[in-house]
């Protein structure tokens, strides 16, 4: 078994299982294995043995809506094996379902043994992390009952409840022990000469709080033609650029994906609604930030995840200060979680809103669905929870009282709430990093645009002439603090930061091009940075480094200090595009684009920062989400930005 994990996902649902289809439940390694639903682990074991051995792999797990393999009892070039394992699995929406054809090779009537190990230890996604917390888990208990078909895993703590059912066609002939949790599915298989026999599993988990009737799919087959439906809905419309088949290829792919990382979320009505996850493995719920980025993206080829995400966020916005302080009245959330350790408390992420820029995202997107598609419907609907957000933004955000949007570390939850949020990414340049409140600059640009646009729609929708009066006031007092408090001038360039102080965090940093997203450098200062981020340090050849090499703080693997995301360079390539710079939106274009045909078309979340002219590909960021929601449409920005050039 390698170390190797490959993703299945489907809405709420993923699995991730091994180079044999396999799932081992063993902890540590990049990313989790098992079948997760709503954050909880619903199976931690799925291996199966042929006469009691681990079979041979002939054709490892390949990527793609069902993960197909091809397995043999271990032979040789004189005794080849006996038969055949062909398995096929897939995962819907709460469920998991295999094929396993055995196929004989021998011209005789043969019997095997096929034996499938199972289990289900229910833990929460937070248990699994790198940091390898553990969690008092009082009055917790396990237990299983044997079904005519297969088995049926309990996990019961309070109040909450848990269920993993699974059913096999043929019954297995015996569940037997194994000394742990586990249990083991055995079926004697008769086989004909060169014939095939088919064994069909099908899992369904029920997270707490489920209370649909759930259907698990016959078989992949049918989970496959459903994701096909979907992904079709997603693409169709579309017009790919035909002079640039790659990056046409890469605004595909990045369209399926989206399809399948629809979570299931609730408006402010109770309306059922579906918006894109953040990311699998880690993050396949509802993040503010990640979801009003992605949506913004795709917004002028899918608007309806627009839509439903601004509702979504609107039903979970902040009303009043919560038992934590970053939650504040008008606060955009900016992570949901559904598992057991977010339900009593033992993490504080259930609703939390450690992020100072997911509220004027809310704005910027409310105010661009309007202009690009005329709904002013969602935008009356949505007033009260603007005002709240702008009103959040005045006071408990900082603009009024520190000038700018401002942010603590949060004991407990996040350190950094911009997007770069792991510890050490606002740093100065010699990598050390402030202490008390933190001004992040892109933060400022969102907060400038976000005034403008919320102005037009109280201008234009809600005929509120003064209050859009009010914004415009504000936003242009913005820009002219911030380019008197942040522009660097012995190195042309903003800061990252302001530290509590005022004083400038100096590394150079690939916020920069946040800021000619939203608008807020003048032209000259716009363009001097648009130039300066494709200078070599900068710039490694597969896009924008988020920290410029050659500063002590500067680390090609660092999540958030060297690497290159594909969402950010979006955001860069937008801005290149308003400040006129379109070679430069073209080059980082074209870098991004060949990034994803090295790999499959798809643009994982983040990609390390060793330079192309001494690596010809890409070097894959170690710890990142496979699949990304802003990495799968940061295709479609490009498209708004270069066209098909």
Not at 565 to 585: F, K, Q, S, V
Request: glycine fraction near 10%; aromatic fraction near 8%.
């Amino acid at each position: 078994m390698t170390d190797r994990h490959h993703l299945l996902v489907h809405g709420a649902t993923f699995a991730a299982v091994g180079d044999r289809g396999d799932i081992s439940g063993v902890r540590g390694g990049g990313s989790p294995d098992g079948l997760f639903v709503r954050d909880a682990r619903h199976l931690s074991r799925w291996q199966l043995t042929v006469d009691g051995a681990v079979p041979d792999v002939l054709s490892p797990v390949t990527g793609g809506d069902a993960a197909r393999c091809v397995l043999a009892p271990r032979g040789g070039r004189q005794e080849p094996p006996g038969h055949t394992l062909f398995r096929e699995q897939a995962v819907g929406d709460s469920s998991f379902v295999e094929s396993v054809r055995v196929t004989s090779n021998r011209p005789v009537s043969t019997t095997v043994r096929l034996a499938l190990t199972v289990d289900a230890d229910f833990t929460d996604q937070f248990e699994l992390r790198s940091d390898h917390r553990t969690y008092v888990k009082p009055g917790a208990v396990r237990s299983r009952q044997i079904l005519d078909d297969g088995i049926e895993f309990t996990y019961r703590r309070a109040e909450w409840r848990s269920y993993t059912t699974i059913m096999a066609d043929p019954a297995p002939d015996a569940v037997e022990e194994t000394g742990t949790g586990a249990r083991r599915l055995v079926w004697a298989l008769d086989l004909a000469p060169h014939g095939t026999t088919e064994l069909l599993l099908r899992v369904i988990a029920r997270p707490h709080g489920e209370k649909r009737a759930l259907r698990v799919p016959r078989d992949p087959a049918t989970v496959h033609r459903q994701l096909r439906e979907r992904e079709d809905e997603f693409v169709q419309g579309v017009a790919f650029p035909a002079g640039w088949p790659e990056l046409a290829e890469a605004c595909a792919q990045g369209l399926a994906d989206l399809a399948a990382l629809q979570v299931p979320a609730t408006g402010p009505d109770g309306e059922e609604l579906r918006v894109p996850a953040a990311g699998a493995p880690w993050f396949l719920t509802l993040l503010g930030r990640d979801a009003l980025l992605t949506s913004l993206f795709a917004l002028p080829y899918r608007p309806r995840p627009a839509a439903a995400t601004l509702l979504a966020l609107a039903a979970t916005q902040a009303t009043g200060t919560g038992p934590s302080p970053v939650a504040q009245p008008g606060k955009i959330v900016h992570e949901v979680r559904h598992g057991e350790l977010a339900h009593f408390g033992q993490v504080p992420f259930r609703r939390y809103y450690g992020s100072v820029d997911a509220t004027p995202l809310f704005l910027i997107l409310l105010g661009t669905y309007v202009e690009q598609t005329g709904d002013a419907e969602l935008a009356r609907r949505l007033e009260p929870h603007a005002r709240a957000a702008v009103g959040w933004m005045l006071d408990h955000g900082g603009l009024t009282s520190r000038g700018y949007l401002v942010y603590r570390a949060d004991e407990g939850g996040l350190a950094n709430q911009n997007w770069k949020d792991s510890p050490g990414a606002i740093c100065c340049a010699d990598g050390t990093r402030p202490t008390g409140a933190v001004m992040a600059a892109g933060a400022q640009g969102y907060a400038y645009d976000a005034l403008r646009r919320t102005a037009q729609v109280a201008r234009t929708v809600w005929a509120d002439e003064t209050y859009a009066a009010l914004l415009e006031q504000a936003a242009a007092d913005l820009r002219d603090r911030f380019q008197r408090d942040f522009w660097m001038r012995e190195r042309s360039f903003p800061a990252l930061a302001l530290d509590g102080q005022g004083r400038q965090i100096d590394a150079l940093a690939s916020d920069a091009g946040h800021l000619l997203w939203s608008g807020l450098l003048d032209k000259e200062y716009g363009e001097v940075v648009g130039r300066r981020l494709l200078e070599p340090d900068f710039f490694s050849g597969w896009g924008v480094r988020t920290v410029a090499s050659g500063q002590s703080a500067y680390h090609p693997l660092s999540y958030h200090r060297g690497s290159v995301w594909p969402h950010d360079n979006a955001l860069i390539t937008l801005g290149l595009a308003r400040y006129g710079l379109h070679d430069e939106a073209r080059t980082v274009a074209h870098a991004l684009v060949d990034a994803a045909t090295v790999t499959g078309h798809r643009l994982p979340e983040a990609l390390a920062g060793y330079g192309r002219d001494t690596h010809g590909e890409p070097v894959p960021f170690p710890h990142g989400c496979g699949r990304e929601a802003r990495s799968a449409a940061a295709p479609l920005a490009l498209l708004t930005a270069v066209g098909g050039a």
